[in-house]
């Protein structure tokens, strides 16, 4: 079974540009999650997708990033226009239950790791 | 706001040696624990976790304590192995979540095994 994969694993751009990231969740998961780690510190969650619905975008930092996941499937995640400090590793974890007792069921991907420049 | 946090970035062992990650967590309503291995190039990947009404869980050469009284959470790593390296988090699954996949992560500590 493919586990969660994202895509690209790297990227380079300057501020001001746009990019978007991709994650393909595990087949039948209808739960997706973007986190991501800024200059090293902690893991910072972004936001929960239930199918296409956003459940939570609380931790979305700004209007410069936009989430989205037409059909369920898999999801994509904007920045426009791209930061110096939105540099970091973004990860992508799916879950195929939503309350869930345990997140062993909790899947990350390897993650993007974002320079902006 | 709340926050789980780490108490020292990088911890230096011996191979063979046992490793003892801490991490502390401020939000005294949170109910569920979960440690995660980063390896370079890789996700986070789940090795253990506690529920609040245990004080310790083990699994294969890890270990993990719960000490609610003072909010500490460790990891403890029997004969460490050069493959143990990595980045380990601590993380609290957001109690105003529910139970989902929303969890708040520490810093990290990164783990180097000396041969």
């Known amino acids: 079974e493919a586990g969660v994969t994202q895509f690209p694993s790297h990227s380079v751009i300057e501020k001001g540009q746009t990019v978007t990231l991709r994650c393909d969740p595990i087949?039948?998961?209808?739960?997706l999650y973007w986190y991501r780690r800024v200059m090293g510190k902690e893991i910072k969650f972004l936001l929960h997708?239930?199918?296409?619905?956003?459940?939570?975008e609380s931790g979305m930092p700004n209007n410069r990033f936009l989430a989205e996941r037409t059909g369920g499937t898999y999801s994509t995640l904007k920045v426009q226009p791209a930061e110096l400090e939105d540099s970091g590793v973004y990860f992508c974890?799916?879950?195929?239950?939503?309350?869930?007792?345990?997140?062993?069921?909790?899947?990350f991907g390897s993650g993007t790791q974002l320079s902006v420049l | 706001g709340e926050s789980v946090g780490l108490h020292l970035p990088t911890l230096s062992v011996q191979e063979g040696d046992n490793s003892i990650i801490n991490c502390a967590y401020s939000?005294?309503?949170?109910?569920?624990f979960i440690w995660y291995k980063q390896e370079s190039g890789k996700g986070p990947q789940f090795i253990i976790d506690?529920?609040?009404?245990?004080d310790k869980r083990q699994g294969q050469r890890v270990t993990v304590l719960l000490n609610k009284t003072v909010k500490h959470l460790s990891l403890q790593i029997a004969a460490t192995q050069p493959g143990d390296s990595a980045v380990y988090f601590c993380?609290?699954?957001?109690?105003?979540?529910?139970?989902?996949?929303?969890?708040?992560f520490g810093q990290g500590t990164t783990l180097q095994v000396k041969p």
């Open positions: 939000n005294s309503a949170s109910d569920y």
């Open positions: 974890a799916s879950s195929q239950d939503g309350q869930a007792a345990t997140n062993e069921k909790l899947f």
């Open positions: 506690i529920r609040s009404n245990m």
């Open positions: 087949s039948g998961h209808d739960n």
């Open positions: 993380a609290e699954r957001d109690p105003s979540s529910g139970n989902t996949g929303k969890l708040i």
């Open positions: 997708f239930v199918k296409e619905s956003k459940q939570d």
